[in-house]
């Protein structure tokens, strides 16, 4: 079993920045990815960065609408994902999830296994 855990989410105005964070504890594996995404009310579930936690390269991928906004890390030693999110704008208000799955970064929601409940960012103008 796996366990995501998100946080980091907040009230913001456009233009601010916040981090989110995705702790992940459980049993893993050699090769594994972990995926960021969001759900605004009302629409589905989008992808908007991942990632390879292990194995070789970090196999990088994000949605087009946060490229050069967003920026997905790793932190090992601390079991943790980040999404750097800088120059918010209000149609990144969104629930936020993390999620992981075995093999290569996808963009795909259902190509993921576990996922956290959530963390909330609203983004006023």
């Known amino acids: 079993q796996v366990q995501l855990a998100e946080s980091g989410g907040g009230l913001v105005q456009a233009g601010d920045s916040l981090r989110l964070s995705c702790t992940i504890s459980?049993?893993?594996?050699?090769?594994?990815?972990v995926g960021w995404f969001r759900q605004a009310p009302g629409k589905g579930r989008e992808f908007v960065a991942a990632?390879?936690?292990?194995?070789?390269?970090?196999?990088?991928r994000y949605a087009d609408f946060v490229r050069g906004r967003f920026t997905i890390s790793r932190d090992r030693s601390a079991s943790a994902v980040y999404l750097q999110m800088n120059s918010l704008k209000p149609e990144d208000d969104a629930m936020y999830f993390c999620?992981?799955?075995?093999?290569?970064?996808?963009?795909?929601?259902?190509?993921?296994?576990?996922w956290g409940q959530g963390t909330q960012v609203t983004v006023s103008s």
């Open positions: 459980g049993r893993t594996f050699s090769s594994h990815a």
């Open positions: 999620a992981r799955r075995v093999g290569a970064p996808t963009t795909g929601a259902f190509d993921y296994d576990f």
């Open positions: 990632l390879r936690w292990s194995g070789g390269g970090d196999g990088v």
